[in-house]
Structure formats: C-alpha cells, structure tokens
C-alpha cells in the first residue's frame, strides 16, 4: 500500500525516522536562520519569553522528556526559571502560579488531549501560550497565542525519536535567542554546534551494526532493565527507558544515579542490565561511582560516554558536542538499541501493543 512506499527500503518506520535525525536537524538551522546568518525567531515569542518571570512546560511522553532537556536550556541559557509538568497532572495538580507565567506545549502531534486541556484552562485564566509541535495547523498550535514548528515531516512510527530531537533542537535555538534578547552572550556558536551535531548524528546512524549487537548482549533475554545518568543524562535516561518499554515490553526505568541506592538497587540482580550515561565532565566521576556500586551487585554495564571522557571499558563513545545539547546525540544509541531489542524479541516495531500514535482522549 501507500504507506509502504513511503517507508522506501526501510523495514520499520521507526529506522526511517531515526536515520532522519541528521537531515531534520540541518533543515531546523535552515527554517530558523535569518538572512544575515543568526538565528531568529519570531519577535513576539521573543518577547513573550523576556516579559516572563517563569516558564510552565506542559507536555506527555517523550515530549516531556524533551521538556526536562528544554528546562536545562532554558534556565542555562536565557536564566529564566522554568517548571515542566505532566498535562495529565497539571489540572489536578496545578503549581503556584508566578505573577507573569508564560506555558510552553510540547507536543509532535499537537492534538494530545491532555495536553489541550491545560491549554484552555490557562487561555481562561487570561495567560499566554506557546505551541511547540510538528503539525501546523493542529489543535494546539491554533489555540495557543504562538507557534513553533519542529520541521520534522510525518511521524509515523508509535514510538517518538525525530520528534524528540527536533523539539530539543528547537527549544535550544529559543533558549539562545532569548538569551541573546535578554543581553546574556553564550559562550558558543549555536548554529554551528547543531551542524556537528548533525554530523555526528549520522556517524551514529552508520553504526547500527554496532547497536543491534549491544541490544543482543545486553537485551536478549532480560525481564527488566535500569537507565542511570546525572543531570541532563538522567533526562535521557528517561526517554531511553520509555522507549525500550514502549516497543520491545521489556520493564525499563531510568534513575538518577545518585538515587538508585537509596531503593532501586535492590532490583539489582546478577546479569541486570544498566545502560549508564556519562556525557558530563561535573558528574563524570560521580556517575562512574554509581555504576560500580551496581556492578558490586552483579548488574551488567552498558556504558555509553563521550569523547574526552571515555574510561577504559566503555560500550560505545558517542562524539563530542556542547555538554547542554548531548541529549541531541546521545538518545541516539538508546533508540537503535531500542530498536534492535524489540526486533529481536519479534515484537511490532511501528506498532505496539496498548499504543497509539496520539491519545486524543483525557
Ligand atoms: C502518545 C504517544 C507518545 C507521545 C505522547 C505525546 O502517548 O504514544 O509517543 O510521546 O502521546 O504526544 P504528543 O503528540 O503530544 O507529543
């Protein structure tokens, strides 16, 4: 059938989708680029994001996920406080409001009806919104004051992988020119750091050998399997996890690894699989401590680092990129070990069990 032919020589979407990632990436820097080379976006989101003293992410899912990264980005970058909550949670949960509260949507397909329900709860209450989403035209985007689109084409696959990268990509470039607007100078080039950034998403995607046999050694016949990483890595930890529960069912959740002794790690059984993430030279060491704590243990460590922090017995070393925008690659390897797992274990790849591509009901 149609669809068929869109997935080209690609057995799965999912592949397609994750082997996209370099070319969304380079078509991001090219829709956000102004005429003199920086990057821009539009005037009045800028000044939607000066004027604010607080920034609420509402979003599910992976989304969230790329919410969690888009905090760091946001509060490193442009210093303004930013809270990221579950839509789901938000409208029985609602945070104290600060007095000039700008909401962020995240959502690929932006019709999540969790998601729009906080939306015309906080239209109500007179604030201001932002629609992050892929799909222009969606509920979302029309119901929000402002919207940034991902430029990431079609989604099809169940499980999210180049939505989640763009909405990172994205919310870095809105982090830098608020940044810019508010008078903080980065430290580094944005636009050029995406570029290597692409590139190296691409050496990743040229080492699926290299994955499909990490999803062998360490996922071949687990029940479960832990996620660990500090800081932004602990955030990746986070998609990794739902990832491989989400397409290949085996129980995987990821932790703060300084957390993991404090319950966790007594589900550490001989052969428990722990993919660790160390891409952050503060917490290199710290990390490194927590994954002999769970080898002590008898768990198998799937260490993935990153060049100029790698040790002796690493799994896989991804490319070196600015220490706020590894999310961008290092989710990479998780979502091919991913992929791998679930083929493995014969499950519908594109199409788990119990999910659907956008749950339109609260
Ligand atoms: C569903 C999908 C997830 C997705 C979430 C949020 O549960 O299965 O992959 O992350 O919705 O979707 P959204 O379109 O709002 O990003």
């Known amino acids: 059938d149609a669809s068929d032919i869109e997935k080209g020589t690609y057995a799965h979407y999912m592949l397609k989708e994750i082997d996209e990632q370099p070319l969304v990436t380079r078509k991001i820097i090219q829709e956000?680029?102004?005429?003199?080379?920086?990057?821009?976006?539009?005037?009045?989101?800028?000044?939607?994001?000066?004027?604010?003293?607080?920034?609420?992410?509402?979003?599910?899912?992976?989304?969230y996920h790329a919410g969690l990264v888009g905090k760091q980005l946001i509060e490193k970058?442009?210093?303004?406080?930013?809270?990221?909550?579950?839509?789901?949670?938000?409208?029985?949960?609602?945070?104290?409001?600060?007095?000039?509260?700008?909401f962020i949507f995240i959502s690929q397909s932006g019709e999540t009806a969790d998601s729009r329900a906080v939306l015309v709860n906080v239209k109500a209450m007179g604030y201001k919104a932002l629609t992050v989403t892929n799909v222009p035209g969606s509920t979302l985007s029309r119901e929000a004051d402002y919207t940034l689109l991902l430029h990431a084409g079609p989604e099809i696959a169940v499980a999210s992988t180049k939505a989640y990268t763009a909405q990172i990509a994205v919310l870095s470039i809105l982090a830098a020119v608020t940044a810019e607007a508010r008078g903080f100078a980065l430290e580094f080039d944005l636009t050029k750091e995406l570029g290597?950034?692409?590139?190296?998403?691409?050496?990743?995607?040229?080492?699926?050998?290299?994955?499909?046999?990490?999803?062998?050694?360490?996922l071949a016949d687990t029940r479960n399997a832990f996620f660990i990483g500090?800081?932004?890595?602990?955030?990746?930890?986070?998609?990794?996890?739902?990832?491989?529960?989400?397409?290949?069912?085996?129980?995987?959740?990821?932790?703060?690894?300084?957390?993991?002794?404090?319950?966790?790690?007594?589900?550490?059984?001989d052969g428990t699989p722990i993919i660790a993430l160390a891409t952050?030279?503060?917490?290199?060491?710290?990390?490194?401590?927590?994954v002999k704590e769970v080898v002590a243990r008898g768990a198998n460590p799937c260490i993935i680092s990153m060049k100029?922090?790698?040790?002796?017995?690493?799994?896989?070393?991804?490319?070196?990129?600015?220490?706020?925008?590894?999310?961008?690659?290092?989710?990479?390897?998780?979502?091919?070990?991913?992929?791998?797992?679930?083929?493995?274990?014969?499950?519908?790849?594109?199409?788990?069990?119990?999910?659907?591509?956008?749950?339109t009901v609260e």
């Not at 970058?77 to 700008?102: D, R, T, W």
């Not at 952050?280 to 927590?290: A, D, K, P």
């Open 230 to 269: 500090r800081g932004i890595d602990y955030y990746v930890g986070l998609e990794g996890s739902l990832k491989l529960k989400e397409i290949s069912y085996i129980q995987a959740e990821g932790f703060a690894g300084g957390e993991l002794k404090h319950g966790t790690i007594a589900l550490i059984e």
């Open 280 to 290: 952050q030279e503060s917490v290199n060491l710290s990390i490194r401590g927590n």
């Open 77 to 102: 970058m442009a210093k303004i406080p930013v809270e990221v909550h579950i839509a789901s949670e938000f409208g029985y949960n609602m945070p104290l409001l600060s007095e000039k509260p700008l």
């Open 196 to 218: 290597i950034i692409a590139n190296a998403m691409e050496a990743l995607c040229d080492e699926k050998d290299e994955f499909e046999q990490i999803a062998r050694d360490f």
């Open 308 to 359: 100029g922090l790698e040790m002796n017995g690493d799994t896989f070393v991804i490319p070196e990129v600015h220490e706020l925008l590894t999310p961008l690659i290092s989710v990479v390897p998780l979502q091919l070990i991913s992929y791998y797992a679930a083929l493995h274990r014969g499950c519908d790849v594109d199409k788990p069990r119990n999910l659907a591509k956008s749950v």
């Open 32 to 63: 956000y680029r102004a005429e003199d080379g920086s990057l821009h976006v539009d005037e009045e989101i800028v000044a939607a994001m000066k004027e604010s003293d607080r920034v609420y992410i509402v979003a599910a899912g992976t989304s």
